[in-house]
C-alpha cells in the first residue's frame, strides 16, 4: 500500500454505499478528511512521475554519474518494500478470509493477464531478445504499490486493492520467476532459482519486516506514515536514474519502440482485468480494482531483476513503465470518476453500480 493512499476503513466510509451519519458536524468532519485524502493522493500521481521523469532525464544526460549507482538499485528496492511493510496492518489481510474471491481473482488476473500479454506484445513488435525479455518480465512482476493511491482516486475499492497487491507480492518469490522462466527463456538465459532469492531477499523479508515494525510500534509509524511516499519516490527515482544511465545509447536507438511496448501492455492491462472481473460477475468497484491491480506492476523490482539478471537494456522497459502507469492511472481514475457522475445523474445509475 503507498502511504499517502487512504486507510482502507477511511475508504470504505466514503463509499456513496454506506449509511450516512447523523449530525451535521460528523458530516463535515468527514468531508474535510475526505477531501484532504483526495488532495494527497492527487499530489501523489501528479508529483510522483513528474520526479521519476526528471531521474531519467538525469539519467539520459549525465549517464556516467547515474550509472554509479547501479550497485544500490538492490538496496533501495528494498527501502521501498520495507516502506510497504510498514503501511500493512493485519486487517489488510483479514480481507482474504471475508471476500476471497474478488481477491483471487484479482490475483490470478496479475499473474495471468500481464505475463502472457507481455508475450503476445513481444512477439507482434518484433522487440529485439533484451527488450522481450525486459516487457515480459514487466508482466511477470506484483502489482505495484502506487496502484492502491489510484483505485482510491477512482472509487473503487481501496482496501480490496492493497489486500490484492499485499498477496501478489507474498506470492512473488515463487511465480515472478518461475513465469519469466516460462516466457522470457526463449529471449535470455533466465536463473529462476537465484532469482526467487534475490525476491525473497529484496520483497518479501523487507515486507515481513516493515509488518513486524509497524505491529510492534504502531504509534511511532503512524507519525511518520506521510513521509514514506516520498522516500520511495526518492529510491525509486534512483532506480530508474541508474537504470537509464546504464542503457542511455539503448534509449536513443528503441526509446519509441518501447514507449509503444508499456503503453500496449499497461492499457490492455486495465481493460483485461476490468473485462475477466466482469465476466466473473464481480460489482463495478470490485471491477475497477481488479483493473487497475492488473494494469499497475511493481516495475521498479522489474526494473532492478532484469539489471541483474539480464542486461541495462533489458530494464529499460521497466524504467518506461514507472513513469507512464503512475500517468494512465491518474487518467483511468478521472474517466472512472466522470463515470460515476453520469451514473449518478442517470435514473438507472442506483442499478448500474
Not at 501523489?44 to 544500490?72: E, H, I, K
Not at 497487491?165 to 535470455?188: D, E, K, V, W
Request: a neutral charge; glycine letters at 8%.
Amino acid at each position: 500500500m503507498t502511504p499517502s493512499s487512504p486507510s482502507p476503513s477511511s475508504a470504505s466510509s466514503s463509499s456513496p454505499s454506506d449509511p450516512e451519519s447523523p449530525g451535521t458536524s460528523g458530516d463535515d468532519a468527514h468531508v474535510v478528511a475526505s477531501a484532504k485524502e483526495d488532495s494527497s493522493a492527487r499530489v501523489a500521481v501528479t508529483v510522483f512521475p513528474l520526479l521519476v521523469l526528471g531521474a531519467a532525464a538525469f539519467g539520459f544526460a549525465v549517464p556516467g554519474v547515474a550509472s554509479q549507482m547501479a550497485p544500490w538499485v538492490n538496496v533501495l528496492l528494498g527501502i521501498i518494500m520495507f516502506g510497504m511493510g510498514l503501511t500493512l496492518t493485519l486487517p489488510d489481510f483479514a480481507l482474504v478470509a471475508r471476500r476471497p474471491l474478488p481477491v483471487l481473482i484479482g490475483v490470478v488476473a496479475q499473474y495471468v493477464i500481464m505475463p502472457l500479454v507481455g508475450l503476445g506484445i513481444s512477439m507482434a513488435l518484433q522487440l529485439p531478445p533484451e527488450l522481450a525479455a525486459g516487457v515480459i518480465l514487466v508482466g511477470c512482476a506484483p502489482g505495484g504499490t502506487s496502484s492502491n493511491v489510484i483505485s482510491y482516486l477512482a472509487r473503487a475499492d481501496t482496501a480490496l486493492s492493497v489486500t490484492m497487491t499485499s498477496i501478489s507480492t507474498l506470492i512473488a518469490p515463487l511465480l515472478t520467476p518461475a513465469l519469466t522462466l516460462l516466457l522470457a527463456g526463449q529471449y535470455m538465459p533466465v536463473d529462476g532459482g537465484d532469482m526467487a532469492m534475490s525476491i525473497v531477499k529484496i520483497v518479501l523479508l523487507p515486507v515481513i519486516a516493515g509488518l513486524i515494525v509497524r505491529l510492534a510500534f504502531s504509534r511511532v509509524i503512524d507519525r511518520i506514515l506521510p513521509a514514506l511516499p516520498w522516500i520511495s519516490v526518492l529510491a525509486i527515482s534512483c532506480v530508474v536514474a541508474a537504470v537509464v544511465g546504464k542503457s542511455a545509447d539503448k534509449v536513443m536507438e528503441a526509446g519509441l519502440l518501447v514507449l509503444l511496448a508499456v503503453v500496449l501492455h499497461n492499457g490492455l492491462g486495465y481493460a483485461l482485468g476490468y473485462g475477466a472481473a466482469r465476466v466473473l460477475r464481480q460489482p463495478v468497484r470490485a471491477a475497477r480494482t481488479v483493473s487497475i491491480e492488473v494494469g499497475m506492476q511493481n516495475s521498479g523490482l522489474a526494473a532492478g531483476l532484469a539489471a541483474q539478471y539480464f542486461s541495462p537494456a533489458a530494464a529499460l522497459p521497466a524504467a518506461v513503465f514507472s513513469i507512464w502507469h503512475n500517468l494512465s492511472g491518474a487518467l483511468l481514475a478521472s474517466i472512472y470518476r466522470r463515470s460515476d457522475a453520469r451514473r449518478t445523474a442517470s435514473p438507472q445509475g442506483a442499478d448500474a453500480a
